[in-house]
């Protein structure tokens, strides 16, 4: 008696289309040809296909690069400004606000002290880097655009460089480079640094958590820039002047009188429900206590990061010239911040949500 014949067979499976990983293509009979009716072939089969590749398909955030974008820390950042070309930019900074008059008269006998000069460079790189717009051929700002989003919204992949997504992050449009008036790329820097200091990231997670709420609701990175133009101006005005010359250091401290000032900004308005509506007086009082009382506003800070469970163990002591940590303070120690009534001064400008 002869052997049954042997089951046909069966063909090899096609291997992936290009384009996609970690999922396999489809491969039920049928499958695509129910998009068109007809065979694989077809039009609607072929944007069928496309469609599936694409599900794989995360965009960076770095034109004309695929894969993910890695995380950058605010130092990494700060030495690619350090040896960027900035020239143009410096061209455009005024150092110090301009006083005529009367106004120079007291500035010159009752201001605060002048910056030393060995601290004039790292004050004009500051000023620089507020006058270099977001620029989308350069690597670093895509990845510090990148780094805040995935911090702020703890995810692991990047995003697009334009779309809705940057409003829910607080941008008024799906372009965050058109928020960035007269704080360039600046405002991003402080932003970061707010995001990678792991002492100020839970608080900055927290004010964010607040910009999404119910009735509290703001524009979280539109403040950010508003609070980032509230230190350039008091930079500008010499008011952080005499913090610096103790420290030795220039945009470590701007980045404590930001982080300060938004700590401020964050308790007052979840402490008396302050709406957007309050946005203008508020900022107006933030305007006032970093020219006026930036020691105090740092102290408040001091206090918090020592209670901060994440501060455990960590000692804040003053660091070296181009560190960006907070200088140590003592743990509980609270202020009784100046209101915008008691203080009878010109504001410069009104200060609001831009």
Same mark, same amino acid.
């Given at each position: 008696?002869? %052997?049954?014949?042997?089951?046909?067979?069966?063909? &090899?499976?096609?291997? &992936?289309?290009?384009?996609?990983?970690?999922?396999?293509?489809? /491969?039920?009979?049928?499958?695509?040809?129910?998009?068109?009716?007809?065979?694989?072939?077809?039009?609607? $089969?072929? *944007?069928?296909?496309?469609?599936?590749?694409?599900?794989?398909?995360?965009?960076?955030?770095?034109?004309?690069?695929?894969?993910? #974008? &890695?995380?950058?820390?605010?130092?990494?950042?700060?030495?690619?400004?350090?040896? %960027?070309?900035?020239?143009? @930019?410096?061209?455009?900074?005024? +150092?110090?606000? !301009? !006083?005529?008059?009367? +106004? +120079?008269?007291?500035?010159?006998?009752?201001?605060?002290?002048?910056?030393?000069?060995?601290?004039?460079?790292?004050?004009?790189?500051?000023? %620089?880097?507020?006058? @270099?717009?977001?620029?989308?051929?350069?690597?670093?700002?895509?990845?510090?655009?990148?780094?805040?989003?995935?911090?702020?919204?703890?995810?692991?992949?990047?995003?697009?460089?334009?779309? $809705?997504?940057?409003?829910?992050?607080?941008?008024?449009?799906?372009?965050?480079?058109?928020?960035? =008036?007269? /704080?360039?790329?600046?405002?991003?820097?402080?932003?970061?640094?707010?995001?990678?200091?792991?002492? /100020?990231? &839970?608080?900055? *997670?927290?004010?964010? !958590?607040?910009?999404?709420?119910?009735?509290?609701?703001?524009?979280?990175?539109?403040?950010?820039?508003?609070?980032? =133009?509230?230190?350039?101006?008091?930079?500008?005005?010499?008011?952080?002047? =005499?913090?610096?010359?103790? *420290?030795?250091?220039?945009? %470590?401290?701007?980045?404590?009188?930001?982080?300060?000032?938004?700590?401020?900004?964050? !308790?007052?308005?979840?402490?008396?429900?302050?709406?957007?509506?309050?946005?203008?007086?508020?900022?107006?009082?933030?305007?006032?206590?970093?020219?006026?009382?930036?020691?105090?506003?740092?102290?408040?800070?001091? $206090?918090?990061?020592?209670?901060?469970?994440?501060?455990?163990?960590?000692? =804040?002591?003053?660091?070296?010239?181009?560190?960006?940590?907070?200088?140590?303070?003592? +743990?509980?120690?609270?202020?009784?911040?100046?209101? #915008?009534?008691?203080?009878? #001064?010109?504001?410069?400008?009104?200060?609001?949500?831009?």
């Amino acid at each position: 008696m002869s %052997a049954p014949p042997a089951p046909p067979e069966e063909p &090899p499976l096609s291997p &992936p289309a290009p384009g996609v990983s970690g999922i396999a293509a489809p /491969t039920q009979p049928g499958l695509l040809q129910a998009f068109g009716g007809g065979t694989e072939s077809s039009e609607e $089969a072929r *944007r069928a296909r496309e469609e599936w590749e694409a599900l794989e398909e995360i965009q960076p955030g770095l034109p004309g690069k695929s894969g993910p #974008v &890695p995380l950058i820390s605010f130092n990494e950042a700060l030495q690619h400004f350090q040896t %960027a070309d900035l020239s143009a @930019c410096r061209k455009k900074i005024q +150092a110090t606000a !301009r !006083r005529q008059g009367l +106004a +120079a008269l007291l500035r010159f006998l009752f201001g605060p002290p002048r910056l030393q000069q060995q601290l004039q460079g790292e004050r004009d790189l500051a000023l %620089a880097m507020a006058q @270099c717009g977001l620029d989308d051929s350069e690597a670093v700002h895509m990845r510090i655009l990148q780094t805040i989003y995935k911090k702020l919204t703890c995810s692991r992949l990047g995003c697009p460089r334009y779309g $809705a997504h940057w409003e829910e992050l607080g941008f008024q449009g799906a372009d965050p480079g058109t928020d960035l =008036r007269g /704080t360039g790329m600046l405002g991003l820097m402080q932003m970061l640094h707010f995001v990678m200091d792991a002492q /100020t990231l &839970p608080l900055a *997670r927290q004010i964010f !958590r607040l910009s999404h709420h119910e009735t509290q609701n703001f524009p979280f990175c539109i403040m950010s820039v508003n609070i980032t =133009r509230i230190v350039l101006q008091a930079l500008r005005e010499e008011c952080l002047s =005499r913090e610096c010359n103790r *420290r030795q250091q220039v945009i %470590a401290v701007l980045n404590d009188v930001y982080a300060a000032a938004f700590l401020q900004l964050y !308790r007052v308005w979840k402490s008396q429900h302050k709406t957007i509506a309050d946005s203008g007086f508020l900022l107006k009082e933030l305007e006032l206590s970093a020219k006026k009382k930036p020691k105090q506003l740092l102290k408040s800070l001091e $206090a918090y990061v020592s209670r901060s469970p994440v501060a455990d163990g960590i000692q =804040r002591l003053s660091p070296p010239s181009g560190s960006s940590s907070i200088s140590a303070g003592r +743990a509980g120690e609270e202020i009784n911040f100046t209101g #915008v009534c008691d203080l009878q #001064v010109e504001l410069e400008g009104e200060p609001r949500l831009v």
